[in-house]
């Protein structure tokens, strides 16, 4: 302790001179960063049909009249007026000279200005987001208080997440049809569809917030467990504050490490509504984005994604803001406090995840002998004992495509996963210069960059697999940055180079090792979304086609026959919760990888009564004052 606690003020000196030009060269990159992003995105945008090969005007003319007869003299007239005649590129460096002006022109389709139409879509598209986060927030604070009992009884081990598991896995368009039918058709309590006042808000929100919900849950549960076990929490114990002061100065702890990820998903809930739009006919961004897209009105779907990446910066920054806030002077002095490494999770801790295995298998290995192909039954045909699960609308076996359709759907979603895994990690470690692609990718739907990944490739299951990886990095690579800045403000390990410790041994030994595990749960956590998403754009056909038997084309298929045989729709959804929780339980155990024994985790008694023996006092190196816990370096330093 003495070295670490004499050394961190030595440090503390230089730290001042340095702090005014090191921030500001760090704002400076991140600045430049985001709008290099920017203009690389948007002149991707403008030469997007150089890449696809496709004629933009005749996809203007088809848009506009479905039914006319296509000629080359119309085809020619929507060239001269698009201003077409130089090219596509061309067409770009004018609009680019436009919207510097202001001017972002007019849609190719509707001929109304793009900026009107595409902030009222937006300001929907918020509305929606905020009350989608009530949603999320509400059921995320109800899946922590398990983590916050635990850690006030003196348990830091995180729990299985079983439930927010189940509540990530739910694919929102699932969610959304039933919701539709149950509390629009059946009951009658809220409009189908539409926008036009505070009770067609209900259904989308608990669409959208009952998924993120699930996810924000696990993440805080998992960064709150982490917290618990820092040492100053039992030194606040000892020193007898409340519970209700411990549980104030926890959140505080732990939010700066979640904030990044948090903007992220309200800029993923914002720009990846399109689903949820279509369904309930909400006039917002991402359904207007995509529309343009698959149009080519390019004015309007450069002013959709300008929009959406301007969102992005901006909820980015505030992100950075409010972790900076947060960790006031103990981020700047270089003193936060350091998580006690995890004791081996108990054996009981493998039930969870073993079960939901074994149940998988039981599915998989009972279908694997039939045929998933074969039209041998009737449409819908319900349950029996040849027929385990009945049949799709199609006349195929449910069980057999639920089978075939294992190895791809986590083969491929796992791939996805690990190498968005890597991506995250390796952007992550350098958070200014990745704060632009980062921040601006996320705010790219996985529909959207199915669109342009199947103008360049064509539609496959390989083309789906890049356009999601493309979008699905960034939430990693956001929690990366934040926590790799938490532990270099640590003293152990700010001091390293004072010690001789070279940058490359202090990545691998001191930041990494306490990063991989965080970010590595996230990505499991994404896993059952990565698998929706490819899912979703098969089902657009942009992706895996029919009869494939991925599990999120068979839910899809399912979904308009949901009333008829709730069953082509439930055991695909099942399937991946199943998929879901047995992955996020999995990594939600501590292994010991040194090897030896594996010892079962015991619960650490509250230290709230503990005395001197010899004294009957409080010892005093305790604290006895309401010092901010990540200013304490000396109770957690030896």
Known sequence: MALSTQAVPALRGAQRRTVLSSGSKAALISTLSRIGTIIAVIFLLGILPLLSGRDIAASVFRTRYAEGEMTPEALESIRSELGLEAGPLGAFFAWVGNAVQGDFGVSWTSKEPVMPVMLEALGNSLTLMLAALVVGVVLAALLTIRTFRRGLAGRSDRTGGGLAAAFTALPEFLLASVLLVVFAVWLGWFPPFGWR?????????????????????????????????????????????????????????????????????????????????????????????????????????????????????????????????????????????????????????????????????????????????????????????????????????????????????????????????????????????????????????????????????????????????????????????????????????????????????????????????????????????????LAALGFLGLGPQPPASDWGLVLAEGLPYVERAPLVVLVPAGALMLLSIFAVSLSSLSIDLRGGKAKVSRRRKPLRNITDQRTGLIPTALPTHSTPPTTDVTSVTR
């Not at 808000?201 to 996810?215: D, K, R, T, W």
């Not at 039954?377 to 057999?400: H, I, K, M, N, Y």
């Not at 739907?445 to 990095?473: E, H, N, Q, R, Y």
């Not at 070279?502 to 059952?528: E, K």
Request: glycine fraction near 10%.
């Open 197 to 533: 006042g505070i009770n067609y808000i209900v259904l989308p929100a608990l669409s959208m917030g009952l998924p993120a919900g699930g996810f924000l849950g696990r993440l805080l549960s998992d960064a709150l467990a982490s917290t618990f076990s820092e040492r100053w929490v039992a030194t606040w114990q000892v020193a007898g504050f409340s519970k209700a002061r411990i549980i104030l100065a926890v959140i505080r702890r732990t939010l700066p490490g979640v904030t990044a990820p948090m903007s992220l998903i309200l800029v993923g809930i914002t720009a990846g509504a399109v689903v949820i739009e279509q369904v309930y006919a909400i006039p917002g961004i991402g359904r207007a984005t995509l529309a343009a897209a698959q149009s080519q009105d390019l004015p309007m779907l450069q002013g959709g994604v300008i929009l959406l990446m301007l969102l992005a910066v901006a909820l980015g920054i505030g992100a950075t803001l409010v972790r900076r806030l947060l960790l006031g002077p103990a981020l700047r002095s270089n003193s936060l406090p350091a998580a006690v490494p995890k004791t081996p999770s108990s054996k009981w801790a493998l039930l969870l995840p073993a079960a939901m295995l074994a149940l998988l298998l039981v599915v998989i290995l009972a279908g694997l002998p039939r045929d998933p192909f074969a039209l041998d039954f009737t449409r819908l045909q319900p349950p029996s004992w040849e027929l385990p699960l009945g049949a799709d609308a199609s006349g195929r076996d449910v069980l057999a495509r639920i089978s075939h359709g294992a190895l791809s759907t986590i083969g491929v979603g796992a791939v996805v996963a690990a190498v968005c895994l890597v991506l995250g990690l390796l952007i992550g470690l350098f958070p200014n210069l990745g704060a632009g692609p980062i921040e601006v990718t996320n705010a790219a739907p996985p529909i959207l960059a199915g669109l342009i990944v199947a103008a360049v490739l064509g539609p496959s299951s390989f083309g789906a697999a890049i356009a999601v990886t493309l979008v699905s990095w960034a939430p990693l690579a956001a929690h990366t940055a934040a926590l790799v800045a938490e532990v270099k403000a640590q003293p152990h390990v700010k001091i390293a180079p004072v010690l001789g410790v070279g940058p490359v041994r202090m990545l691998l030994r001191y930041v990494l090792p306490s990063v991989v595990g965080p970010v590595f749960r996230h990505a499991c956590l994404r896993l059952p979304g990565i698998a929706l998403a």
